[in-house]
């Protein structure tokens, strides 16, 4: 996945999270928590959404250093090759 992608990405699962927020107004070198009221409740939620949707941990270590979109995405963009989609039949069911 392209960084567009993932940023594609990030803003629909911030939508989903923040619906009030005006995505297209985000800069994505500016801190995000500044640019957006997420309480830390909404932050859970968000990195959450973020592995349900590409795969990718966030462990509360890195949290802490990812202010960003930008940031968020090049993390993502390192360690969504890491993530390996539980194997299914062709139908969508396990064995």
Known sequence: MTN????????????????EVELGALDAARPLRQQ???????????????????????PDAEAGRLRTLAQIVEYCASHE??????????NGTLP
Do not use: Y
């Not at 567009?4 to 619906?19: C, K, S």
């Not at 957006?36 to 966030?58: M, P």
């Open 4 to 19: 567009d992608e993932l940023l594609g990405q990030l803003l629909a699962v911030l939508g989903e999270i923040a619906p």
């Open 36 to 58: 957006v009221d997420l309480d830390s409740a909404d932050w859970l939620n968000f990195l959450v959404a973020v592995h349900d949707r590409l795969g990718v941990d966030i």
């Open 81 to 90: 090759a890491r993530h390996v989609p539980p194997a299914t039949h062709l």
